[in-house]
């Protein structure tokens, strides 16, 4: 049983699961559970199963130009397994097409797909018959559309990234959002600093670089065999958070002393930036109403040793009721609201399947709540940001002019939209600085 085949297998197997509602990383764990694979296998099974996931709608173009039978009628599990041969010939330049193909024939002869080989075999040479002939795809004259095939982007998102941002930075963005995600780490800054960090991963012969305009920010510049396994991991020296988001956290100037909430934090990255910020040495509360997620939060404050944060399970909107002294409480909040995460779509493939224009109006419906339940929390002289992973108007800027708005004692100190970019490796997020009047 040849290593190529058990890569593509268990590809394939991530496929399924996220078909059946997983999380793509979810998934990718789950599976590797059942293997023993090496860091080089494990970095092209990342690649081949969230390269299918991501270009979905591409592959399935592909699959209806090269079968007769189109992508709707097959069977599920025949249908992603000829992603997997369809992805290597289309998107993996390194892998050699008879190589491809007798990989993926071969999961389908040693699973239940076996009756099916055959099929998947003829598919498939006649994919890279049609590619060496240069014989495509036909395509819609439509510019919208035929983004949507090549990028495999839902066409109603597509339009809406035009309509936000023009028709050329909108083009920019979706093909952002299909690079590979950049991997950042922020150094703690209670137990080393950067120049320490940076001789330890490099005598380790990692290659990394510190990010330009961030204070504790490195990005790695090759792919780790394993993130838990880089040096200082048990130790605390640093966690895993993408540069725009490192952004977010300073945007308080968060003090010794204060009193500060983070009022949808789980997993807590920027949690423990705050705790970082004010060297352990304010009061911060972590709310989030899901206690697996509550649980990380707090694993992650042991590794990094850090005491100042406490937890609590609650529903942000629901504080005042909780704890009605937490009115006016706090120095500082922030809120980095539940959102529709189009910011991250290149490190979270799956989402733009599961996306939708309804299910972002009632995330606006949400973000609106939250901002309305938990304004009240902030002491007169004291700050909230307010900050999403998403690029959508609805859910940043527009919905803050309205809430400053409606709120006239408010005042909107600043903004800033980060648009993910060929030139920029983070993701896309929003950030606003609101405060009282004076």
């Keep these: 049983m040849s290593i190529g085949y058990l890569q593509r297998k268990a590809a394939w197997e991530i496929l399924l699961k996220?078909?059946?509602g997983d999380f793509s990383d979810h998934a990718l764990e789950k599976v590797l559970k059942n293997y023993q694979f090496n860091p080089l296998d494990i970095a092209f099974i990342t690649?081949?199963?969230f390269g299918c996931i991501r270009y979905r709608?591409?592959?399935?173009l592909w699959t209806d130009h090269t079968s007769k039978i189109t992508h709707k009628k097959q069977p599920p599990k025949l249908r992603w397994l000829l992603h997997i041969g369809l992805y290597q010939l289309l998107k993996m330049d390194k892998i050699p097409f008879p190589a491809a193909i007798s990989t993926t024939v071969e999961v389908a002869k040693k699973t239940d797909l076996n009756g099916l080989a055959g099929t998947v075999n003829a598919i498939l040479r006649n994919a890279s018959r049609k590619l060496e002939q240069k014989i495509f795809p036909e395509l819609s004259s439509d510019r919208k559309e035929r983004i949507s095939y090549l990028e495999s982007f839902p066409l109603w998102l597509v339009k809406d990234l035009y309509k936000w941002v023009g028709n050329s930075e909108g083009e920019n963005i979706i093909k952002a959002l299909n690079k590979k995600p950049s991997i950042d780490l922020r150094i703690n800054k209670l137990k080393t600093n950067l120049d320490n960090f940076l001789k330890v991963l490099h005598e380790n012969k990692i290659d990394a670089e510190i990010i330009k305009d961030l204070h504790n920010g490195i990005t790695l510049k090759s792919n780790p065999r394993s993130i838990k396994n880089l040096p200082g991991y048990s130790d605390g020296l640093w966690t895993i958070q993408d540069r725009s988001s490192q952004w977010i956290a300073p945007l308080l100037n968060p003090k010794q002393g204060e009193k500060i909430l983070d009022a949808c934090a789980a997993p807590g990255s920027k949690s423990t930036?705050?705790?970082?910020?004010?060297?352990?040495?304010?009061?911060?509360?972590?709310?989030d109403r899901s206690a697996k997620r509550l649980k990380i939060l707090q694993s992650n404050l042991e590794r990094l040793n850090l005491k100042s944060v406490n937890t609590l399970k609650a529903d942000a909107t629901s504080l005042i009721e909780l704890n009605p002294k937490f009115i006016s409480y706090f120095d500082k909040i922030l809120l980095d609201a539940p959102c529709s995460g189009i910011g991250t779509l290149s490190r979270n493939p799956d989402s733009r399947w599961s996306l939708s224009k309804e299910k972002i109006k009632s995330l606006t419906l949400l973000q609106e709540k939250l901002l309305d339940s938990i304004f009240p929390l902030l002491k007169k002289d004291g700050t909230l940001v307010y900050s999403t992973c998403t690029i959508c108007p609805d859910e940043n800027n527009l919905l803050i002019e309205r809430f400053i708005e409606k709120n006239k004692t408010l005042k909107l100190v600043s903004e800033k939209q980060i648009l993910p970019s060929l030139d920029y490796p983070g993701d896309g997020f929003y950030s606003a600085i609101?405060?009282?009047?004076?």
Excluded: P, Q
């Design 18 to 20: 996220v078909s059946s």
């Design 273 to 287: 930036h705050l705790a970082e910020l004010t060297n352990d040495s304010s009061e911060i509360i972590a709310v």
């Design 47 to 49: 690649e081949l199963s």
């Design 57 to 60: 709608k591409f592959l399935d």
């Design 434 to 438: 609101i405060s009282y009047k004076s």
